[in-house]
């Protein structure tokens, strides 16, 4: 909804990645979500001064892996514990990372969590620690580089052959290109709920072989594609059921859509606060947990007992039919 709402006023492509979040601070309502979406929007028109870039830098440290580039004073940077499971980072890692930002004299900070690596249970509290380290470390790196004059290039493909039920999303997928100096980087942005381990890293393959010098891959985390199919997670992230090959034709077709708009560009950053918003909170989102669990153990305790009838039943017409 809001990649639309600001497609509609802009008039070019928009993507959303995934911020640093937990679901305590999902929206109450529709009238909340409309209310963020009106004030991003009406806050969309500010003036861009900067025109400079630094190039795209990976720091791993082997556990988790930050990406970073600094666009005017405005540091964009984003993490992963691929090809381990990467779901939602704790809001204390951004808190952070604005922090160190300052330190290094940035007055605006953009961190995503890429969310594009499921692949069974990872601890996110003892990660946390690996994460502020790889962050330091990739900020202090992003901050030592020259800038210079950028493009950016942005295509969206909305592939028609994958539904929610695939795990794709309406928003389909976004590709952003940064060229600076020689180096052209993509970040492409999918529409769905996280995405198999081992697909980012052919999604880099195959951005190499079309010109692409560096590259990561986000999931927008949408629960639009959530419980519409009968599965052990009641949805398919990108790549368990999609083919991996059409869905690479799709991304390599946005990003050559991007290459092919690259422009001299100017950046800016804005932060603003919408207030009254109303969240579900950590609290109610427990309890509602705790039910849901709570229902599912007594679900268990009642169906046993009529699946052992029915079946008792059953045998014994068997034996007398």
Known sequence: MLKTALENKLNCPVCVPHGLLGHEFDLASQVQTQKIINHVVEQANFKVLEV????????????????CQILGNCAFISFTLAPKTTEDLPRELGLFVHQEAEKHGLNCCVV???????????????????????????????????KLFFEVGAATVIPKEFSLKDGMGPGGITVVVVKVGGQKTAYVVIDGNNMVAGLREYVFSALHSVGIDESEVFTTDTHSVNAVVLSRRGYYPVGEIINHENLISYIKEATLAAISNLERVKVACRSITVPDVKVIGEKPLEALCLLIDRTLQKAKKIVVPIFAISGLILMLFLLYL
């Not at 400079?52 to 556990?63: E, R």
């Not at 509290?125 to 992003?142: I, R």
């Open 112 to 146: 995503v969590n890429a969310h594009n690596s499921i692949n069974g249970t990872i601890d996110i509290g003892e990660a946390l620690e690996v994460l502020k380290n790889v962050a330091t470390a990739c900020l202090e790196k992003a901050v030592s580089l020259k």
């Open 52 to 67: 400079k870039a630094t190039p795209f830098i990976k720091v791993s440290n082997g556990s988790a892996t930050a990406v």
